[in-house]
């Protein structure tokens, strides 16, 4: 599923943009890619330049973003993707967003979103790239109860946890369970790989 985004200046008229996605999230079952001009910043240092940053200017876009359930896709080139050419008093800010949901991040391949250099417009263009060429099938991963069991299973879990990632809440936890998976794949490829045999 895929949402291009043309918003609109002020913020009172973008709250039906927030609405939309809200109410769209609510019948998403499928990846999901919302991308492009938000016309607002994320981050108090999304702007660099005109006025300065409020709380209460990003809150509500933040709000929106967490209520969709929905995460930046990692960006790549550009930090500022909009530049109004004022002369010696130019304004950048990042007002071009990428984002996916949980279910784009567990079924599809890896990408970035790549902000390209400012062009003809006063926009940089946005290219969705892939990371890797080849898609690995695996696989489906599936959790066995006798893995708890093992002295070595919780030890596992507390060190996955415990690791330090960067980004919001969401894709922190999404990271940590990939990281987990792989944790408990080596434990079963090293002390429950017969399992069904013993088993049967």
């Given at each position: 599923?895929?949402?291009?985004?043309?918003?609109?200046?002020?913020?009172?008229?973008?709250?039906?943009?927030?609405?939309?996605?809200?109410?769209?999230?609510?019948?998403?079952?499928?990846?999901?890619?919302?991308?492009?001009?938000?016309?607002?910043?994320?981050?108090?240092?999304?702007?660099?330049?005109?006025?300065?940053?409020?709380?209460?200017?990003?809150?509500?876009?933040?709000?929106?973003?967490?209520?969709?359930?929905?995460?930046?896709?990692?960006?790549?080139?550009?930090?500022?993707?909009?530049?109004?050419?004022?002369?010696s008093s130019m304004v950048f800010s990042k007002i071009d967003w990428v984002f996916v949901n949980d279910k784009w991040l567990?079924?599809?391949?890896?990408?970035?979103?790549?902000?390209?250099?400012?062009?003809?417009?006063?926009?940089?263009?946005?290219?969705?790239?892939?990371?890797?060429?080849?898609?690995?099938?695996?696989?489906p991963f599936k959790y066995c109860n006798a893995w708890e069991n093992h002295p070595d299973f919780l030890p596992r879990v507390?060190?996955?946890?415990?690791?330090?990632?960067?980004?919001?809440?969401?894709?922190?936890?999404?990271?940590?369970?990939?990281?987990?998976?792989?944790?408990?794949?080596?434990?079963?490829?090293?002390?429950?790989?017969?399992?069904?045999?013993?088993?049967?």
């Amino acid at each position: 599923m895929v949402t291009i985004v043309y918003a609109y200046n002020t913020k009172e008229e973008r709250r039906g943009l927030r609405y939309y996605l809200e109410a769209t999230k609510q019948g998403i079952n499928e990846p999901w890619i919302i991308m492009g001009d938000f016309n607002s910043i994320l981050n108090m240092d999304d702007r660099v330049g005109g006025n300065q940053v409020t709380v209460n200017e990003v809150v509500e876009f933040q709000q929106c973003v967490d209520a969709c359930g929905i995460v930046k896709l990692p960006p790549k080139g550009s930090k500022y993707t909009w530049c109004d050419r004022h002369g010696s008093s130019m304004v950048f800010s990042k007002i071009d967003w990428v984002f996916v949901n949980d279910k784009w991040l567990y079924q599809m391949l890896d990408f970035v979103a790549v902000h390209l250099p400012e062009g003809i417009g006063d926009h940089c263009s946005v290219k969705i790239e892939q990371i890797e060429n080849e898609r690995h099938v695996s696989k489906p991963f599936k959790y066995c109860n006798a893995w708890e069991n093992h002295p070595d299973f919780l030890p596992r879990v507390e060190a996955i946890w415990q690791e330090q990632i960067e980004g919001c809440i969401m894709l922190q936890v999404v990271k940590k369970l990939k990281l987990l998976k792989q944790s408990l794949k080596e434990l079963n490829r090293q002390h429950f790989r017969n399992i069904l045999t013993e088993v049967a």
